[in-house]
């Protein structure tokens, strides 16, 4: 199975910071990777699709690149909506994995 | 416009049976696989497994594997999440989602509560 670690697992930056977030893959996924945001009390939401597409309707802060095995996820300038815990996720290959995600606060 | 509603919250003991519900709407149900995953305080997303609603192909994570069965009712546009003999591990918040082509799951329910305990 592919296993997918992020790094880091917990991050505070200040209001307006570049934020960035990493995804390594235990094996070569291609560009088959998406970011999601997750708040408490809500459904995750989809922010990057094939790991440098900006899903519709998201902010053009968020940004994603990478492909094979190393991943980046990034906020150009965080804001306060953000907190929240982001989740890379492959889809090469059965079965689907998510990394264990990174939480976002702000300091 | 896409919609997963999920049933409501549940509270069950150890042993008992329970199938949870994901109605979807605002799209062809037979044409797309439903993903299940599951969220357990401080552990994260977990990816279930995935069904295709048209002919109920499954594929499940081997984490969930022999745990858990899914099932889609295409006459009434809706996937379930079923447990033979729940666990206190099992305890969590399970959300059903749709891909939008393959992976990439754009739509989800609301989630359902799951508390399991003696």
């Known amino acids: 199975d592919i296993q997918l670690t992020q790094s880091p697992s917990s991050l505070s930056a200040f209001v307006g910071d570049r934020v960035t977030i990493s995804c390594l893959a235990s094996?070569?996924?291609?560009?088959?990777l998406h970011w999601y945001q997750h708040k408490p009390g809500k459904a995750p939401k989809l922010l990057i699709y094939?790991?440098?597409n900006l899903e519709e309707g998201v902010p053009s802060r968020f940004s994603g690149s990478g492909s094979g095995t190393h991943f980046t996820f990034t906020i150009s300038s965080l804001q306060p909506e953000d907190i929240a815990t982001y989740y890379c996720?492959?889809?090469?290959?059965?079965?689907?994995?998510f990394g264990q995600g990174t939480k976002v606060e702000i300091k | 416009e896409v919609q997963l509603v999920q049933s409501g919250a549940e509270v069950k003991k150890p042993g008992e049976s329970l199938k949870i519900s994901c109605k979807a709407s605002?799209?062809?149900?037979?044409?797309?696989?439903i993903a299940w995953v599951r969220q357990v305080p401080g552990k994260g997303l977990e990816w279930m497994g995935i069904?295709?609603?048209?002919?109920?192909?499954?594929r499940y994570s081997p984490s969930f594997q022999g745990l858990v069965t899914f099932s889609a009712d295409k006459s009434i546009n809706t996937a379930y999440l079923h447990w033979n003999s729940l666990q206190v591990s099992d305890s969590g918040i399970y959300f059903c989602?749709?891909?939008?082509?393959?992976?990439?799951?754009?739509?989800w329910g609301q989630g359902t509560q799951v508390t399991v305990s003696s």
């Open positions: 989602a749709r891909p939008k082509k393959v992976g990439e799951l754009d739509s």
């Open positions: 605002g799209y062809i149900f037979a044409d797309y696989w």
């Open positions: 069904l295709f609603s048209g002919d109920s192909d499954i």
């Open positions: 094996q070569d996924v291609g560009a088959y």
């Open positions: 094939d790991a440098s």
């Open positions: 996720q492959q889809y090469d290959d059965l079965p689907w994995a």
